[in-house]
């Protein structure tokens, strides 16, 4: 199969689909993968080390495109990018589609195949491919909160874990899930004052248990994000609703609750957010501010940390991309109905429902697509 991996031009996204030892094993099965010059520059993967694991390096993005049977990438394809997708394509990569309506229809216009890694389940009732990039930007999570926690950034000057006689800052994450327990962690090891909320009675129990009543947990109410509000120096929204928009659970109005200079990272901002004023912003420009609390809502968090992400999503998404290039996208979905819960758009047409009800669009089963 014809494999291409385009650079990411997303604004400071230096994350690329494939290392080269990925490439490695791909073409040592019998594929042909192509790789645009530069791609893996930003993660610290020359163009010769593509060329050395037996790929080829492409300097022209049109003919790169138009020659590929499977396209890999990390994040959502740009207007330019879906401009060049063509039906008979399959595309593999991050979507993310319920907040992106008009990426959903161009997808859908162009004919192609997109299978999206957050929607890809396992045996477990996980998200395989989304939990290495959730655990990156977790822990990035308490980063980005520290330094903006800072004076300089416009935060209260809080430092994250005190020093002896002060207090440590307080750090509420909504969600305890693969973002959430990551977050919870990195804020935990550097010595903040840690609570998490979640409607999992089960999960909760198994955090509580976990790190031994280290960190707080609550079940997640209405009152009890409305405590996290006032009390909290640091909120980590890390809410998930598989391929759905998240859930608003943190008004404006309640902004005038917070404590001055407080910050508010927003993890879900990929999927629309989870904070009422939460609006996608970049590395080069991570955080504004709203009535007085500091919004740090950077949508591809991971892209900061280029090379570990770029190996981490190596690894996991690895044993999918041979299935694909091995067996085509049809045979490679009907034989894993958890890979098969990744096909977003096919033909023109949504297969995954929340995406079509998220736009009121009409929904193509999957099943009639495999058969």
Known sequence: MQIAIPKEIKNHEYRVALTPTGARELVGRGHAVTVQAGAGDGAG???TAYEAAG?????DVARLWDGAELILKVKEPQPEEVARLKEGQTLFTYLHLAAEESLTRGLMASGATCIAYETITDNQGGLPLLAPMSTVAGRMAIQAGAHSLEKAQGGSGVLLPGVPGVAPARVAVIGGGVVGENAARMALGLGAEVTVLDKSIPRLETLDDRYQGRMKTVFSTADAIDEAVRESDLIVGAVLIPGAAAPKLITRAMLAEMKPGSVLVDVAIDQGGCFETSKPTTHAEPTYMVDGVVHYCVANMPGGVARTS??????????????????????????????????????GRVTYAAVAEAFGLSHAPITGLLA
Do not use: S
């Open 55 to 59: 790929a080829r390096i492409e300097a």
């Open 45 to 47: 993967f020359a163009d």
């Open 310 to 347: 770029t190996q981490a999503l190596t690894n996991a998404t690895l044993p999918y991309v041979i299935a694909l290039a091995d067996k085509g996208w049809r045979k490679a979905l009907a034989d894993d109905t958890h890979f098969a819960a990744g096909l977003n758009v096919h033909a």
